[in-house]
């Protein structure tokens, strides 16, 4: 892979999620089969809901973060600045994108060089997994740490995408174990995260074994992204097969529920994949997530400003207390262990 060819993609995948329907079909989230139980006698004072939590061993004033979407180029460098800007002012951790190709080009590595405007907050580096089948390993997992000042890594998962991308790399085969190698090299922690299609609970078993230490679901709902990719194809046949695969994935809310009922769950469990608002994210920690995570819902305003992204940010944030106030959460802790999040297939 050149470099050009990482950096057209990473455009072209901005300009498909902005302008194409790319939302899975005949699935979703799941959350929508769960409602709160209204709490008419809350007992608690709005302005009091304390919504911080830990993250990475930093203080964070929600437990919101953007998923890692891009980098490389200078369209996505100036959405990063935007992200990592309103980020920092509003206390939500932050994911990059792929961030392999910063090893591989000083001008793309810029753009994920973000710690002047985000000083703080929690920072995640991001790289395929796949890429350990590819020439890369611990060394090149530590730099790109080293040159974004990233407090952790997470490898992505992403199989299915890998096929529908025409210029994909496909061997998946014993990763788990260089994954283990990865986790025990490096000095941050290293997560793993899917990119839309969800991880199992067998999985997230393995990978903590394996020395993983959070986990993001990034489960079905929301971003397809083999219709990502179908939009992207050349090859007319794997452009048919992506209509085969609309509703492929396991919903996020199934994730969470399944994860977080683990004997032994992750340390950090992050519920993200179709996530848009901050009822979705109050059910998910309230099926047991410890963070929730925004990807393409918050591209468009990431797109336009810091300011559109401040303005989302507050109304996402606003949300989440809401619910808390609406079934007497005073923190998240409440929120996590409340009885009032009731199953409507129960
Ligand atoms: C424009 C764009 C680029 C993305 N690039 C990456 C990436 O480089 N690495 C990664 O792990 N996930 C990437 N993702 C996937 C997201 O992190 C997320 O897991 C997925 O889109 C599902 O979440 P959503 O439904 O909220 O979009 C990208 C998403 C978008 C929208």
Same mark, same amino acid.
């Given at each position: 892979?050149?470099?050009?060819?990482?950096?057209?993609?990473?455009?072209?995948?901005?300009?498909?999620?902005?302008?194409?329907?790319?939302?899975?079909?005949?699935?979703?989230?799941?959350?929508?089969?769960?409602?709160?139980?209204?709490?008419?006698?809350?007992?608690?004072?709005?302005?009091?809901?304390?919504?911080?939590?830990?993250?990475?061993?930093?203080?964070?004033?929600?437990?919101?973060?953007?998923?890692?979407?891009?980098?490389?180029?200078?369209?996505?460098?100036?959405?990063?600045?935007?992200?990592?800007?309103?980020?920092?002012? !509003?206390?939500?951790?932050?994911?990059?994108?792929?961030?392999?190709?910063?090893?591989?080009?000083?001008?793309?590595?810029?753009?994920?060089?973000?710690?002047?405007?985000?000083?703080?907050?929690?920072?995640?580096?991001?790289?395929?997994?796949?890429?350990?089948?590819?020439?890369?390993?611990?060394?090149?997992?530590?730099?790109?740490?080293?040159?974004?000042?990233?407090?952790?890594?997470?490898?992505?998962?992403?199989?299915?995408?890998?096929?529908?991308?025409?210029?994909?790399?496909?061997?998946?085969?014993?990763?788990?174990?260089?994954?283990? !190698?990865? &986790?025990?090299?490096?000095?941050?922690?290293?997560?793993?995260?899917?990119?839309?299609?969800?991880?199992?609970?067998?999985?997230?078993?393995?990978?903590?074994?394996?020395?993983?230490?959070?986990?993001?679901?990034?489960?079905?709902?929301?971003?397809?992204?083999?219709?990502?990719? !179908?939009?992207?194809?050349?090859?007319?046949? !794997?452009?048919?097969?992506?209509?085969?695969?609309?509703?492929?994935?396991?919903?996020?809310?199934?994730?969470?529920?399944?994860?977080?009922?683990?004997?032994?769950?992750?340390?950090?469990?992050?519920?993200?994949?179709?996530?848009?608002?901050?009822?979705?994210?109050?059910?998910?920690?309230?099926?047991?997530?410890?963070?929730?995570?925004?990807?393409?819902?918050?591209?468009?305003?990431?797109?336009?400003?810091?300011? &559109?992204?401040?303005?989302?940010?507050?109304q996402l944030e606003l949300e989440l207390r809401i619910s808390m106030f609406g079934i007497g959460a005073q923190n998240l802790e409440a929120l996590k262990n409340t009885d009032r999040l009731i199953s409507q297939n129960a």
């Amino acid at each position: 892979m050149t470099d050009r060819s990482i950096h057209n993609r990473k455009d072209e995948h901005i300009h498909i999620t902005l302008n194409e329907q790319v939302q899975g079909k005949g699935i979703s989230t799941g959350f929508e089969s769960y409602r709160f139980e209204h709490q008419a006698l809350p007992e608690i004072s709005f302005d009091s809901i304390d919504t911080s939590a830990t993250f990475l061993k930093k203080q964070v004033k929600v437990p919101f973060l953007i998923s890692s979407m891009t980098g490389g180029t200078p369209r996505a460098h100036e959405i990063n600045r935007n992200l990592a800007s309103a980020a920092e002012e !509003k206390g939500w951790a932050l994911g990059l994108g792929s961030s392999r190709v910063a090893l591989e080009n000083k001008t793309a590595a810029a753009s994920f060089q973000l710690r002047e405007e985000a000083p703080t907050i929690p920072i995640f580096a991001n790289i395929g997994a796949v890429q350990l089948n590819y020439g890369y390993g611990s060394e090149e997992c530590s730099q790109i740490v080293r040159l974004t000042g990233a407090d952790a890594i997470v490898l992505h998962l992403n199989s299915m995408q890998e096929i529908f991308q025409d210029e994909g790399d496909t061997d998946f085969s014993g990763l788990l174990l260089k994954i283990a !190698k990865v &986790a025990d090299a490096l000095s941050v922690p290293v997560g793993i995260k899917e990119v839309g299609f969800g991880i199992a609970s067998d999985t997230c078993s393995l990978l903590i074994e394996a020395g993983v230490q959070f986990i993001d679901t990034a489960g079905a709902g929301g971003t397809s992204w083999i219709e990502v990719e !179908k939009y992207r194809s050349q090859n007319s046949i !794997k452009q048919r097969a992506a209509s085969a695969f609309l509703d492929w994935g396991l919903p996020t809310a199934k994730c969470v529920e399944q994860l977080s009922g683990l004997p032994k769950p992750p340390d950090c469990l992050i519920a993200s994949g179709g996530i848009t608002n901050g009822v979705e994210a109050a059910k998910a920690i309230a099926l047991g997530a410890d963070m929730a995570g925004y990807g393409r819902s918050i591209l468009p305003e990431a797109v336009d400003s810091k300011e &559109a992204l401040l303005e989302r940010f507050e109304q996402l944030e606003l949300e989440l207390r809401i619910s808390m106030f609406g079934i007497g959460a005073q923190n998240l802790e409440a929120l996590k262990n409340t009885d009032r999040l009731i199953s409507q297939n129960a």
